[in-house]
T-cell receptor, first 112, second 111 residues
Framework: NAGVTQTPKFQVLKTGQSMTLQCAQDMNHNSMYWYRQDPGMGLRLIYYSASEGTTDKGEVPNGYNVSRLNKREFSLRLESAAPSQTSVYFC???????????FGPGTRLTVT | TQLLEQSPQFLSIQEGENLTVYCNSSSVFSSLQWYRQEPGEGPVLLVTVVTGGEVKKLKRLTFQFGDARKDSSLHITAAQPGDTGLYLCAGAAGGSYIPTFGRGTSLIVHP
């Protein structure tokens, strides 16, 4: 039982490059989330998927896209990376009508 | 707009001291969660408080939910170096199940 897994763990991109962050959960949760964490800013919601087949914007969606591939997997794509997207990205999952979230270990992204 | 305000932002104490961190809002929450995040890892859930006035204990950690369900506190007794980390509160308001996070309290406990 791995919980929430994220790949890659570290990534360095040049401005303008694209990449996809992968997230998978094995807890059969309906809802999945992508956050970014910057120093002093806490966790800010980028996108979420309340259930398979749906996605919605969070607080800071600009520059990102998401895909809920199936119930287990939720990916985050940066089409044209910018230095402002340098951050630590966390994926989380939970039951739809519960409050407690379960987080992955994070992806540390640097855009130069 | 930051829905949840955490204080203090930073706390550096010696082993054995007591401390309290706060999570405040003008909104009413259905529940509040506290998470601890260690360096290089994702947040891990510590507790959920649901009922106004509720107190929950987890070993040396005591969590309280305000009577009006607008605020919460975390008290650590006799802090240990293993308590070092970022403490985050999160809550969902207005019938939503999507939580908002505070900015966190960064705690360092020196041996």
């Amino acid at each position: 039982n791995a919980g929430v897994t994220q790949t890659p763990k570290f990534q360095v991109l040049k401005t303008g490059q694209s990449m996809t962050l992968q997230c998978a959960q094995d807890m059969n949760h309906n809802s999945m989330y992508w956050y970014r964490q910057d120093p002093g800013m806490g966790l800010r919601l980028i996108y979420y998927s309340a259930s398979e087949g749906t996605t919605d914007k969070g607080e800071v969606p600009n520059g990102y896209n998401v895909s809920r591939l199936n119930k287990r997997e939720f990916s985050l794509r940066l089409e044209s990376a910018a230095p402002s997207q340098t951050s630590v990205y966390f994926c989380a999952s939970k039951e739809a009508r519960e409050y407690e979230q379960y987080f992955g270990p994070g992806t540390r992204l640097t855009v130069t | 707009t930051q829905l949840l305000e955490q204080s203090p932002q930073f706390l550096s104490i010696q082993e054995g001291e007591n401390l309290t961190v706060y999570c405040n809002s003008s909104s009413v929450f259905s529940s509040l969660q506290w998470y601890r995040q260690e360096p290089g890892e994702g947040p891990v859930l510590l507790v959920t408080v649901v009922t106004g006035g509720e107190v929950k204990k987890l070993k040396r950690l005591t969590f309280q939910f305000g009577d009006a369900r607008k605020d919460s506190s975390l008290h650590i007794t006799a802090a240990q170096p293993g308590d070092t980390g970022l403490y985050l509160c999160a809550g969902a308001a207005g019938g939503s199940y999507i939580p908002t996070f505070g900015r966190g309290t960064s705690l360092i406990v020196h041996p």
